[in-house]
């Protein structure tokens, strides 16, 4: 499985970003996706997630300002910040989660880097 991030880029304070992930190879039914960044000397962090049922959850520093959305078809997700702060400063990375016989696969894309100008 390979996940391409895209969308990334430099932004004004209070503006708005749609990050787009593509996926490529076999998904299997029951498979999460997933939306995480990792700012500078930080740990990586959970931005926002979506079961295979739909089920959104959003970390509280982008909720209320964010929406992950999901294509079941093409197997995509995206992610739209809006209201940016210099501190969603980050990249953003595209995680898919499967249970293959009974483990837990992640699935990681490259990445893509947000930046934000106060």
């Known amino acids: 499985v390979q996940l391409v991030e895209s969308g990334g880029g430099l932004v004004q304070s209070g503006g708005s970003l749609r990050l787009s992930c593509r996926t490529s190879?076999?998904?299997?039914?029951?498979?999460?996706m997933a939306w995480y960044r990792q700012a500078a000397g930080n740990e990586r962090e959970l931005v926002a997630r979506?079961?295979?049922?739909?089920?959104?959850t959003y970390a509280d520093f982008v909720k209320g300002r964010s929406t992950i959305s999901r294509d079941h078809a093409k197997n995509t997700v995206d992610l739209e910040i809006n209201n940016l702060k210099p501190g969603d400063t980050a990249v953003y990375y595209c995680?898919?989660?499967?249970?293959?016989?009974?483990?837990?696969?992640?699935?990681w894309g490259q990445g893509t880097q947000v930046t934000v100008a106060s």
């Open positions: 190879g076999t998904i299997y039914y029951g498979s999460d």
């Open positions: 979506m079961t295979y049922g739909d089920t959104k």
């Open positions: 995680n898919l989660q499967q249970w293959i016989s009974g483990s837990e696969i992640n699935y």
